[in-house]
């Protein structure tokens, strides 16, 4: 009887083995690292806010090649809504962007909040050639309807 239990504590062991065999040979293997596509021109949209900043770099179809805002830049509290605040975001987003080569930008800039002007100012120095600039910021035409007037 001891003989039958060994040979089956035996057989366990050796199922276990080779099952731990096949797992490392499946961590081993490499995978292939994907080619960045190369892209030359794309849009960089700016959200800037009474509080924030954010910018986001677009292919023309509108797929996402890199976002950066303040708060990921490492800013806190009033200090994300400034234009040196803004112009490191475009920093940032735009050191993300060199694999893509990306030369030729649309700039759109929506929002009313004072990192405007340094984001632009920033998306120049960063070696971008601007084509345009538009505001997008939408601005209403006739507002919500009026509350009825109070009975005297």
């Given at each position: 009887?001891?003989?039958?239990?060994?040979?089956?504590?035996?057989?366990?062991?050796?199922?276990?083995?080779?099952?731990?065999?096949?797992?490392?040979?499946?961590?081993?293997?490499?995978?292939k690292k994907s080619?960045?596509?190369?892209?030359?021109?794309?849009?960089?949209?700016?959200?800037?806010?009474?509080?924030?900043?954010?910018?986001?770099?677009?292919?023309?179809?509108?797929?996402?090649?890199?976002?950066?805002?303040?708060?990921?830049?490492?800013?806190?509290?009033?200090?994300?809504?400034?234009?040196?605040?803004?112009?490191?975001?475009?920093?940032?987003?735009?050191?993300?962007?060199?694999?893509y080569g990306l030369k030729d930008?649309?700039?759109?800039?929506?929002?009313?909040?004072?990192?405007?002007?340094?984001?632009?100012?920033?998306?120049?120095?960063?070696?971008?050639?601007?084509?345009?600039?538009?505001?997008?910021?939408?601005?209403?035409?006739?507002?919500?309807?009026?509350?009825?007037?109070?009975?005297?």
């Amino acid at each position: 009887m001891s003989e039958e239990k060994k040979e089956k504590v035996n057989n366990k062991e050796s199922k276990k083995t080779a099952s731990a065999k096949t797992a490392d040979v499946s961590v081993k293997k490499k995978k292939k690292k994907s080619k960045k596509q190369h892209i030359t021109s794309g849009r960089i949209y700016i959200h800037a806010t009474y509080n924030n900043t954010i910018v986001n770099i677009t292919d023309k179809n509108g797929n996402s090649l890199a976002q950066s805002s303040a708060g990921r830049c490492g800013f806190k509290g009033p200090k994300k809504a400034t234009p040196y605040a803004a112009g490191m975001i475009v920093k940032d987003a735009g050191e993300r962007v060199k694999d893509y080569g990306l030369k030729d930008v649309d700039v759109f800039v929506e929002g009313i909040g004072s990192g405007r002007e340094g984001a632009i100012r920033a998306v120049n120095s960063q070696g971008f050639n601007m084509l345009s600039i538009r505001d997008i910021t939408p601005t209403p035409h006739n507002g919500c309807r009026m509350k009825k007037p109070r009975k005297p």
